[in-house]
């Protein structure tokens, strides 16, 4: 189900490519081709680092169609360390470990998957950055 | 021209297994034309989410204007995730106030058991960015739960600060016939509910159910000649924001709440001194907190205060979910908009019963889709 529409978003999904605003210079997450910030056109193409910090987070036990079988996980609001928050869910970590403000970076996992015969979907989550967890 | 409300009509909210979609919507629109003495509609706007997920069954327009035994008139289907109702309202105002049309009617309809279980969550989570939110497994409760998160980190709160919001609707709630909840909630039961979406729980969370409600508009100078009580539309205003929480600037702020109140209180001409009850959208505590203060009830980061200090009450001083709200009458999502409306219409006539707060005059309704992506604000008041 849904080939062409995962498939559009993979420069997305798999290499967070966004957008910088030519007039203000602001990077924007999802691209959204008018600048959030100044309304003028956003076409240029930005691709971020993939660094950023936990900003809000919950961890969903009524789950939707799709996901039930991964429940409870946690998703968060993570602020990139260019400016924008992204949606994302949190992986290699126990859901009591999370906190905000804490480091995270972008890495690719399996996002949802339909059934035995279905499409796999992958895309980025985020987990704590391993640099901060080592030091 | 003013527009006057001639007509409302509600069915309870729960799970109403026996009753399909169309019946639903018609019962809502029986007992409307009932209580306005008329058949004589123009037009139709019917507010709905999910007929085409849950229902397989769009183009409601034309199937509820058949069914009402209205075949030929205007007719269509207006959505705006669980804020449908409010704005097929406010497309019937703007009819009437064209001069287009003579009489409209707004009618939200909602039938959430025609499905159950995870595909419903998946449904309702359409609300939400479907690209860049849903696709990652946030519903409706996460999103409203990373608000919470939020803002309790923001000004240092817990969970059971929330409370009273919920206390409040369901002591409402159990004086309400037609409410899907009628039992009391406890304060010190609040905490520790059953987790939906961490922090947010069961006793946050308002539950869906079937229901239908509608609301019959014309002007107010034919309202005066028709009915004992008409009630004005004071003031009515859409406004938007952001459908992702990720793309706004101030996550904490529902900008889209405080556009839309701030123009339907201007058009009234009414400050928030002079509002006798608030019907506001307590989809989840948060949303209440937030409501309060985007309309100017409270300062920012303080909305929660008035859940503790018995200001929400029905004798306090901004009465909100005086039915029970989403949260006790139960939230039929696109039909929840025009609920209010009818809740605050009976208040304002003096037929609220067990409900009533005393001397109501002006009322403030504020139906959100999603978490504010839509906001509709109505203000309505008796002379």
């Not at chain 1, 990139?80 to 949190?90: D, I, K, N, R, S």
Request: charged letters at 20%; hydrophobic letters at 45%; a negative charge.
């Amino acid at each position: 189900m849904e080939v062409s529409r995962n498939w559009r978003l993979q420069e997305q999904r798999y290499k967070l490519v966004g957008e910088t605003c030519d007039s203000c210079g602001v990077k924007l997450f999802p691209p959204r081709d008018v600048c959030l910030e100044c309304e003028a056109p956003a076409y240029e193409l930005f691709t971020f680092t993939g660094l950023g910090e936990v900003f809000s987070y919950t961890t969903i036990y009524d789950a939707p169609a799709g996901f039930e079988n991964t429940a409870p996980y946690t998703v968060a609001l993570v602020k990139l360390a260019e400016g924008p928050l992204v949606t994302a869910q949190l992986t290699d970590i126990d859901q009591e470990d999370v906190h905000i403000g804490m480091p995270v970076e972008m890495v690719t996992r399996k996002l949802r998957a339909d059934g035995p015969e279905g499409m796999i979907v992958y895309g980025y989550k985020f987990r704590p950055s391993v640099e901060t967890a080592v030091a | 021209m003013n527009v006057s409300i001639i007509g409302i009509g509600q069915t309870e909210v729960k799970e109403l297994w026996d009753t399909s979609i169309r019946h639903l919507a018609w019962y809502a629109i029986e007992a409307a034309l009932d209580d306005a003495h008329t058949t004589d509609i123009d037009a139709i706007y019917v507010g709905n989410m999910l007929a085409g997920a849950l229902s397989k069954q769009n183009h409601l327009g034309a199937l509820v204007a058949d069914f009402a035994g209205l075949r030929g008139i205007e007719a269509v289907t207006v959505e705006a995730a669980d804020a449908s109702g409010g704005a097929a309202l406010r497309q019937a105002v703007l009819a009437v106030k064209s001069g287009l049309v003579k009489t409209a009617l707004a009618v939200g309809v909602e039938k959430m058991t025609d499905a159950t279980g995870a595909p419903v969550t998946a449904a309702v989570a359409s609300a939400l960015d479907a690209d860049y939110e849903a696709a990652h497994g946030l519903t409706m409760a996460g999103a409203a739960a990373l608000l919470m998160r939020r803002y309790m980190h923001e000004y240092g709160l817990d969970v059971a600060d929330f409370a009273g919001f919920s206390v409040n609707a369901h002591a409402n709630g159990a004086d309400n016939p037609l409410a899907m909840f009628r039992n009391r909630l406890k304060a010190e039961r609040f905490t520790g509910g059953p987790l939906v979406a961490d922090p947010v729980t069961l006793f946050d969370a308002a539950p869906m159910g079937d229901g239908a409600a509608a609301v019959i508009v014309t002007s107010h100078e034919r309202a005066m000649d028709m009915v004992p009580v008409p009630v004005q539309i004071a003031g009515s205003a859409i406004a938007t924001d952001t459908l992702a929480l990720h793309d706004r600037k101030d996550v904490v702020w529902l900008r889209a709440a405080e556009q839309s109140a701030k123009r339907a209180l201007e058009k009234a001409g009414v400050s928030p001194d002079g509002v006798d009850l608030f019907e506001l959208h307590d989809s989840f505590t948060i949303m209440a907190a937030l409501s309060l203060e985007a309309a100017g009830f409270a300062e920012r980061g303080r909305g929660w205060e008035l859940a503790k200090n018995g200001a929400i009450g029905r004798n306090g001083r901004i009465p909100i979910s005086t039915f029970g709200g989403l949260k006790a009458r139960g939230n039929p999502l696109g039909a929840t908009g025009v609920y209010q409306v009818v809740e605050a219409a009976r208040q304002l006539r003096g037929e609220a019963g067990d409900c009533q707060v005393d001397g109501a005059k002006v009322a403030l309704t504020q139906n959100l889709g999603g978490m504010g992506g839509t906001a509709v604000t109505h203000v309505l008041k008796v002379e």
